[in-house]
């Protein structure tokens, strides 16, 4: 280890003083807290030339003081931080706040507040507990959403996709939360529920912004196997699935004139089974389309608009269910099947979504269950065009699920489903109906929030201009200061929209008197791009600065719950792909490595207030200490499995901790002697647990690295007890290396061990020990000798004995003679040489 010390320790001491010392924790954190704050032990060096790691944990929200889910998403993510500090790295490792949104608002409307008081009364709550809770955090990047020198960026990010057409506005049925008066994206809507306040979700007709991000689909999709080995598989599954890529075939179908009913364009069709196009019998429209109203004829319109009034009610969620009663509207009108011209009845029903795919479908009820279920409930044919080995769908009501040989399909009979596909794709392509396309899932991003606490949307509406967007010199848009209390209460539409004298100004085109619209940004614009600011928060001029986007991203490793895994992270990767296409970074992929943390439970369940098992994580810092707790979260499993809090052991943590503590009060060898001439043994373990210490932390086994470091404690304290002390240079060696590997988890201790060895520099900044190959060969290993499977004697051997050697030993030992007598003899002996022998008697 390096002894180039530069800084000076908080406090000096005799050698007698420190002998005396004890382990006390409260004494311990306020001398290292004020030491680093001091000391800018973790601020980064920009003009350094060393090879850079970015570690940035997803920022929190201003809800109140850190809970224990905080404790260990942040434990685990100073991790890798400090352990690449260690190994000379240049380190950026950035604090921030996602501060706006509705927790925020809502309190301000119950305290007759404005939701700054609230947010940034927490912030500091929040900081002051981040600070004691000692993250290797850079402070002075430190940085809030709602600040408006950072949503004048995430207005100017909007104005841009704007300007390249990716943004833009629509009247389209949207989640409507009835609780919270405001719209909902898809992937905000969890189990039909608004996924904030729980509320039964509903749909709405209004006008919104929208990001395009289904013109990245392909991007986001193949971009992922770039991300594998290096993402949880689960996160890539998810969000794999959420984009819902398919191929398959765009099939139109004319509509046959009807009287009473207007003329209309051919109806256009996604299918993933084109081969069962003679399979159709009906067509399916979203009943709440446009298009459902386009083809119902004057006689059926009434029935289809009470229809749609009822299902204003019910979530997309409850309309999808498996086992929900198919209903529906008969439009009064026909489609005529592109193949065999047949006409095909058109109905409106609820089980088919307006935005996926064009709204409508072509129903082959014997292939397809919800379709099924449909033709069975209004009395419409089943052909079967698939045979399978089960049984007729028009018989059982079940819908045939293998995939078969196509039969009664003229164009296709006989085929597989793979040859009928492509086939079916080459006849609808030749006769101008049909041809090869792809279908997603995914659908743009709904942006516009109804509420108060939100970036302001930089548009102007002019009766003469139409949208006209804010200036860049004019930005940011700033909330006005006069709304508070219940001028901020939901009332279906923006509180902006009151704000008379904010929302009126002249048009920046002509000049007329305007009106700026009245939405704020979904909070998760705000959290697309904040790991980019953190790389130059202070600019004044630029959203970020290119050049340090070039030096610091992608961030090496990302840490954050899987809850997550759809909404913030495929939002930031669109994000951070249009950037790219803007040349303002050099990376398509925000983050390099993904670490999800698990779940802090109580006795196997999620901690909550109305089950009564919440832990305060305040009382459990003052009862047994940071670093204890730290450790506790970080060596309970593996850093992506649930900890249950009910099953580990802070006190112990907190002995432990106390023990390793005391090894470096007892090394008594001066600074700077060559752990050369210590004992070898020790040396050896030292080296390989450092060693195994850097394949476990490359590899994300937390936990096991504390293991090793508590093996290697004991080790130390053996070697001291021997006879030996504190005076072998060895031991001095051995104590620093725990102090180094403790500092990654339990820094106050680390930092305070490392001062009583005399080291003078902060031990983050300290230097990784070099690893001796020579030490890392065993002379000799362990062998465990059992008898009938079971243990029953151990021996000390070289660790190049061979099998007839080790048999040998083996048998001479008297605990294994005994077992063999008494069992009838010898009758085999399994080798597996250096560490194992099995004796199988009688």
Same mark, same amino acid.
């Given at each position: 280890?390096?002894?180039?010390?530069?800084?000076?320790?908080?406090?000096?001491?005799?050698?007698?003083?420190?002998?005396?010392?004890?382990?006390?924790?409260?004494?311990?954190?306020?001398?290292?807290?004020?030491?680093?704050?001091?000391?800018?032990?973790?601020?980064?060096?920009?003009?350094?030339?060393?090879?850079?790691?970015?570690?940035?944990?997803?920022?929190?929200?201003?809800?109140?003081?850190?809970?224990?889910?905080?404790?260990?998403?942040?434990?685990?993510?100073?991790?890798?931080?400090?352990?690449?500090?260690?190994?000379?790295?240049?380190?950026?490792?950035? /604090?921030?706040?996602?501060?706006?949104?509705?927790?925020?608002?809502?309190?301000? /409307?119950?305290?007759?507040?404005?939701?700054?008081?609230?947010?940034?009364?927490?912030?500091?709550?929040?900081?002051?507990?981040?600070?004691?809770?000692? $993250?290797?955090?850079?402070?002075?990047?430190?940085?809030?959403?709602?600040?408006?020198?950072?949503?004048?960026?995430?207005?100017?990010?909007?104005?841009?996709?704007?300007?390249?057409?990716?943004?833009?506005?629509?009247?389209?049925?949207?989640?409507?939360?009835?609780?919270?008066?405001?719209?909902?994206?898809?992937?905000?809507?969890?189990?039909?529920?608004?996924?904030?306040?729980?509320?039964?979700?509903?749909?709405?007709?209004?006008?919104?912004?929208?990001?395009?991000?289904?013109?990245?689909?392909?991007?986001?999709?193949?971009?992922?196997?770039?991300?594998?080995?290096?993402?949880?598989?689960?996160?890539?599954?998810?969000?794999?699935?959420?984009?819902?890529?398919?191929?398959?075939?765009?099939?139109?179908?004319? $509509?046959?004139?009807?009287?009473?009913?207007?003329?209309?364009?051919?109806?256009?069709?996604?299918?993933?089974?084109?081969?069962?196009?003679?399979?159709?019998?009906?067509?399916?429209?979203?009943?709440?389309?446009?298009?459902?109203?386009?083809? &119902?004829?004057?006689?059926?319109?009434?029935?289809?608009?009470?229809?749609?009034?009822?299902?204003?009610?019910?979530?997309?969620?409850?309309?999808?269910?498996?086992?929900?009663?198919?209903?529906?509207?008969?439009?009064?009108?026909?489609?005529?099947?592109?193949?065999?011209?047949?006409?095909?009845?058109?109905?409106?029903?609820?089980?088919?979504?307006?935005?996926?795919?064009?709204?409508?479908?072509?129903? &082959?009820?014997?292939?397809?269950?919800?379709?099924?279920?449909?033709?069975?409930?209004?009395?419409?044919?089943?052909?079967?065009?698939?045979?399978?080995?089960?049984?007729?769908?028009?018989?059982?009501?079940?819908?045939?699920?293998?995939?078969?040989?196509?039969?009664?399909?003229?164009?296709?009979?006989?085929?597989?489903?793979?040859?009928?596909?492509?086939?079916?794709?080459? &006849?609808?392509?030749?006769?101008?109906?049909?041809?090869?396309?792809?279908?997603?899932?995914?659908?743009?991003?709904?942006?516009?929030?109804?509420?108060?606490?939100?970036?302001?949307?930089?548009?102007?509406?002019?009766?003469?201009?139409?949208?006209?967007?804010?200036?860049?010199?004019?930005?940011?848009?700033?909330?006005?200061?006069?709304?508070?209390?219940?001028?901020?209460?939901?009332?279906?539409?923006?509180?902006?929209?009151?704000?008379?004298?904010?929302?009126?100004?002249?048009?920046?085109?002509?000049?007329?008197?305007?009106?700026?619209?009245?939405?704020?940004?979904?909070?998760?614009?705000?959290?697309?791009?904040?790991?980019? %600011?953190?790389?130059?928060?202070?600019?004044?001029?630029?959203?970020?600065?290119?050049?340090?986007?070039?030096?610091?991203?992608?961030?090496?490793?990302?840490?954050?719950?899987?809850?997550?895994?759809?909404?913030?992270?495929?939002?930031?990767?669109? /994000?951070?792909?249009?950037?790219?296409?803007?040349?303002?970074?050099?990376?398509?992929?925000?983050?390099?490595?993904?670490?999800?943390?698990?779940?802090?439970?109580?006795?196997?369940?999620?901690?909550?207030?109305?089950?009564?098992?919440?832990?305060?994580?305040?009382?459990?810092?003052?009862?047994?200490?940071?670093?204890?707790?730290?450790?506790?979260?970080?060596?309970?499993?593996?850093?992506?499995?649930?900890?249950?809090?009910?099953?580990?052991?802070?006190?112990?943590?907190?002995?432990?901790?106390?023990?390793?503590?005391?090894?470096?009060?007892?090394?008594?060898?001066?600074?700077?002697?060559?752990?050369?001439?210590?004992?070898?043994?020790? %040396?050896?373990?030292?080296?390989?647990?450092?060693?195994?210490?850097?394949?476990?932390?490359?590899?994300?086994?937390?936990?096991?690295? /504390?293991?090793?470091?508590?093996?290697?404690?004991?080790?130390?304290?053996?070697? $001291?007890?021997?006879?030996?002390?504190?005076?072998?240079?060895?031991?001095?060696?051995?104590?620093?290396?725990?102090?180094?590997?403790?500092?990654?988890?339990?820094?106050?201790?680390?930092?305070?061990?490392?001062?009583?060895?005399?080291?003078?520099?902060?031990?983050?900044?300290?230097?990784?020990?070099? &690893?001796?190959?020579?030490?890392?060969?065993?002379?000799?290993?362990?062998?465990?000798?059992?008898?009938?499977?079971?243990?029953?004697?151990?021996?000390?051997?070289?660790?190049?004995?061979?099998?007839?050697?080790?048999?040998?030993?083996?048998?001479?030992?008297?605990?294994?003679?005994?077992?063999?007598?008494?069992?009838?003899?010898? %009758?085999?002996?399994?080798? %597996?040489?250096?560490?194992?022998?099995?004796?199988?008697?009688?």
């Amino acid at each position: 280890m390096s002894e180039s010390e530069t800084r000076t320790a908080p406090v000096e001491r005799t050698t007698q003083e420190l002998q005396d010392r004890q382990y006390d924790v409260r004494e311990i954190e306020a001398r290292w807290q004020d030491f680093w704050e001091q000391d800018g032990t973790f601020v980064v060096d920009e003009g350094g030339d060393r090879e850079r790691r970015y570690v940035c944990d997803m920022f929190p929200y201003p809800s109140g003081d850190l809970h224990m889910g905080h404790a260990e998403a942040f434990a685990i993510g100073d991790v890798p931080a400090r352990y690449w500090r260690l190994r000379g790295y240049d380190v950026l490792h950035p /604090i921030g706040w996602d501060s706006f949104g509705l927790p925020a608002e809502n309190a301000a /409307i119950k305290n007759d507040a404005h939701p700054a008081e609230w947010t940034y009364a927490n912030i500091d709550t929040q900081a002051g507990s981040f600070k004691r809770y000692a $993250i290797s955090t850079d402070w002075t990047r430190r940085l809030h959403t709602s600040d408006p020198e950072y949503y004048r960026w995430t207005q100017w990010l909007f104005l841009s996709l704007y300007e390249r057409g990716l943004a833009y506005r629509k009247d389209s049925p949207v989640n409507w939360c009835p609780k919270d008066q405001t719209v909902l994206a898809n992937e905000q809507v969890v189990d039909g529920a608004c996924e904030r306040c729980h509320t039964l979700v509903v749909k709405k007709s209004l006008n919104q912004w929208y990001f395009r991000i289904t013109d990245y689909a392909d991007r986001l999709l193949d971009d992922m196997d770039d991300l594998a080995d290096r993402w949880p598989e689960r996160v890539l599954a998810m969000q794999r699935n959420w984009i819902g890529r398919s191929q398959g075939a765009s099939v139109r179908f004319e $509509i046959a004139p009807a009287d009473g009913g207007a003329e209309v364009d051919p109806v256009e069709v996604f299918t993933t089974r084109p081969d069962t196009l003679y399979g159709c019998t009906f067509m399916v429209v979203a009943a709440d389309a446009q298009l459902a109203r386009d083809l &119902v004829t004057e006689e059926r319109a009434p029935e289809l608009e009470e229809y749609r009034r009822r299902l204003g009610s019910v979530s997309d969620i409850e309309r999808q269910a498996a086992d929900r009663e198919k209903t529906g509207v008969f439009l009064g009108r026909y489609a005529l099947h592109p193949l065999t011209g047949d006409r095909l009845p058109l109905w409106a029903s609820d089980y088919v979504l307006a935005d996926y795919g064009t709204g409508a479908v072509m129903a &082959v009820p014997a292939h397809d269950q919800r379709d099924i279920e449909f033709a069975r409930a209004m009395d419409l044919p089943i052909r079967t065009v698939v045979r399978t080995d089960e049984e007729d769908p028009a018989v059982t009501g079940t819908a045939t699920s293998g995939d078969g040989v196509l039969i009664d399909s003229p164009a296709w009979e006989g085929l597989g489903r793979d040859e009928a596909v492509a086939r079916a794709v080459e &006849v609808l392509t030749a006769q101008g109906t049909g041809e090869a396309a792809t279908n997603y899932r995914l659908r743009d991003w709904l942006v516009s929030r109804q509420r108060f606490w939100g970036a302001p949307i930089p548009i102007v509406h002019c009766e003469d201009c139409g949208e006209v967007p804010v200036p860049t010199d004019q930005l940011p848009v700033t909330l006005p200061d006069d709304l508070r209390g219940e001028q901020l209460a939901p009332k279906g539409r923006s509180p902006l929209a009151a704000a008379d004298a904010w929302g009126a100004v002249p048009c920046p085109s002509c000049g007329a008197a305007a009106q700026r619209d009245t939405d704020t940004m979904d909070t998760f614009v705000d959290s697309s791009w904040y790991y980019l %600011r953190y790389l130059s928060p202070g600019d004044e001029d630029q959203m970020f600065d290119p050049e340090a986007a070039r030096r610091w991203m992608p961030v090496d490793q990302y840490v954050g719950g899987v809850e997550h895994a759809i909404l913030h992270l495929l939002y930031s990767r669109f /994000i951070t792909k249009v950037l790219f296409d803007m040349e303002l970074v050099s990376v398509e992929e925000p983050f390099r490595a993904l670490l999800n943390q698990g779940q802090v439970l109580n006795g196997g369940r999620a901690m909550s207030k109305s089950l009564g098992n919440g832990v305060d994580l305040g009382e459990q810092l003052d009862a047994y200490g940071v670093d204890a707790v730290r450790l506790t979260m970080v060596f309970a499993s593996p850093p992506e499995d649930d900890v249950d809090w009910a099953d580990v052991s802070p006190s112990g943590a907190s002995k432990f901790l106390a023990r390793a503590w005391r090894l470096a009060q007892d090394v008594t060898s001066e600074v700077g002697t060559d752990p050369a001439d210590g004992a070898a043994g020790l %040396r050896a373990v030292t080296h390989r647990t450092v060693s195994e210490a850097e394949q476990l932390l490359d590899d994300q086994k937390f936990n096991v690295v /504390i293991a090793r470091t508590m093996e290697l404690v004991n080790a130390v304290r053996k070697e $001291i007890d021997s006879g030996a002390g504190g005076a072998d240079p060895a031991v001095r060696e051995a104590v620093g290396v725990v102090a180094q590997l403790l500092s990654l988890v339990a820094p106050y201790t680390a930092e305070d061990m490392w001062w009583l060895l005399g080291r003078k520099a902060s031990v983050a900044n300290s230097a990784w020990l070099t &690893v001796d190959p020579s030490l890392l060969v065993e002379d000799t290993v362990t062998a465990v000798v059992q008898v009938r499977g079971k243990l029953r004697d151990r021996l000390e051997v070289p660790a190049d004995i061979d099998a007839e050697e080790l048999e040998r030993r083996a048998l001479e030992l008297p605990k294994i003679r005994k077992y063999i007598e008494a069992d009838g003899g010898v %009758r085999k002996v399994i080798v %597996r040489e250096p560490k194992l022998v099995n004796v199988v008697t009688g």
